[in-house]
């Protein structure tokens, strides 16, 4: 079972989706510079703060990540990019002197393309409308493909606010119906605008 550094983040990035990083903690500096010594990877995983830490604050499924861009931020620190390869399982997590976690991971398949039908339209259309609303965001993705519901579905549930159950129940299924029942249920009225 494949060992990689883990990175708990407050928002997520899934296969295929790409995410800017301020990286500031020694431990995560550390994490950077190791993986670009080695293929540019680490893992990531959301991260729900609670008062009592149980192991229960870091979501089951990660993501894959790999360092595509790298700058130094207006105010000196580093700035990273990252692509989302593949989905993994955690099953093990270590914590190192400095904090960093390592996670002993079992990969996941990637959801297939799956095409467009007249439901899942109006959940790619108010897509494309987010993404020219929060340029930021939009201007990540030199392509987008409105035409994959697996697609958009994952870069739904990289935006939207879910909790790390929400999140491991949508994301570890095995295609996107799920998510994009969710997501109708869920964005609703805003599909109609």
Not at 176 to 184: E, N, Y
């Amino acid at each position: 079972m494949p060992e990689i550094m883990l990175f708990p983040l407050s928002s997520f990035v899934l296969p295929e989706g790409k995410m800017r990083l301020r990286i500031f903690e020694p431990r995560y500096k550390r994490l950077v510079s190791q993986a670009m010594k080695a293929d540019g990877t680490f893992g990531v995983c959301l991260f729900e703060k609670r008062d009592e830490p149980d192991g229960s604050e870091l979501s089951k499924i990660g993501t894959l990540v790999k360092v595509i861009d790298f700058e130094q931020l207006d105010d000196g620190l580093l700035g990273i990019s990252v692509t989302g390869l593949t989905k993994f399982e955690i099953k093990h997590v270590r914590v190192e002197y400095d904090g960093l976690r390592y996670a002993r991971v079992k990969w996941l398949p990637s959801w297939e393309y799956s095409s467009v039908d007249k439901d899942v339209e109006p959940i790619c259309h108010y897509l494309n409308r987010v993404y020219q609303q929060f340029p930021d965001i939009g201007n990540l993705y030199e392509q987008k493909f409105f035409d994959d519901a697996s697609w958009v579905s994952q870069r739904w549930l990289e935006i939207l606010p879910l909790t790390n159950q929400q999140f491991d129940r949508l994301v570890g299924q095995k295609d996107c119906t799920g998510a994009v029942s969710f997501l109708t249920k869920t964005l609703g009225d805003e599909l109609t605008q």
